[in-house]
Antibody, heavy 117, light 110 residues
Framework: EVQLLESGGALVQPGGSLRLSCIVS????????MSWVRQAPGKGLEWVSA???????YYADSVKGRFTISRDNSKNTLYLQMNSLRVEDTALYYCAKGPKEGAMDYWGQGTLVTVSS | QSVLTQPPSVSAAPGQKVTISCSGSSSNIGNNFVSWYQQLPGTAPKLLIY???KRPSGIPDRFSGSKSGTSATLGITGLQTGDEADYYCGTWDSSLSVGVFGGGTRVTVL
């Protein structure tokens, strides 16, 4: 059974930093691209970042230069380092398996990041 | 403002059919596969359709997808109260090298 479990969400002040983690099981982690998708309260889905099976990374313009996606294949874990956080980064952050041909086939339950003074 | 355009809401009576459109451009829908996601209230998104029209294991054939040019459509037949949810289309944008989603469509069963 495929499982994705996010952690690391918290209340942080504007300008602060946070690192999210997503530990996965049930598939060969190193063989798949992985993504972070966020959802602000009451809003739609927003793609944030993706990383290939190796080191190729992609970022939404809204987070480029502030967020860094990485992975540790030995630990089956995906990370999102978030720096210079802004109020508008407040959202539920989902970890997702994929994209594979554009689709994300499994999602975690999300971890909540709140940026507020 | 989402890159992909969806209607904010659609509704129909139980047993009826609804369709949800998703409009994009040549750099995203026009040259990449489209996927659809269902988000029930208070839950994580769930993949409904991938590669334009394929259903993952366990997704009933009441759900269907299609693509033509720079637009895609999700169809739901035999509408049930349990289908009340938000539905999102998604794809990759080859020009921007980013993932993109539609703004979401809320389906209401009357």
């Amino acid at each position: 059974e495929v499982q994705l479990l996010e952690s690391g969400g918290a209340l942080v002040q504007p300008g602060g930093s946070l690192r999210l983690s997503c530990i996965v099981s049930g598939f060969t982690f190193s063989n798949y691209a992985m993504s972070w998708v966020r959802q602000a309260p009451g809003k739609g889905l927003e793609w944030v970042s993706a990383i290939g099976g190796g080191v190729t990374t992609y970022y939404a313009d809204s987070v480029k230069g502030r967020f860094t996606i990485s992975r540790d294949n030995s630990k089956n874990t995906l990370y999102l380092q978030m720096n210079s956080l802004r109020v508008e980064d407040t959202a539920l952050y989902y970890c997702a398996k994929g994209p594979k041909e554009g689709a994300m086939d499994y999602w975690g339950q999300g971890t909540l990041v709140t940026v507020s003074s | 403002q989402s890159v992909l355009t969806q209607p904010p809401s659609v509704s129909a009576a139980p047993g009826q059919k609804v369709t949800i459109s998703c409009s994009g451009s040549s750099s995203n829908i026009g040259n990449n596969f489209v996927s659809w996601y269902q988000q029930l209230p208070g839950t994580a998104p769930k993949l409904l359709i991938y590669e334009n029209n394929k259903r993952p294991s366990g997704i009933p054939d009441r759900f269907s997808g299609s693509k033509s040019g720079t637009s895609a459509t999700l169809g739901i037949t035999g509408l049930q109260t349990g289908d009340e949810a938000d539905y999102y289309c998604g794809t990759w944008d080859s020009s921007l090298s980013v993932g993109v989603f539609g703004g979401g469509t809320r389906v209401t069963v009357l």
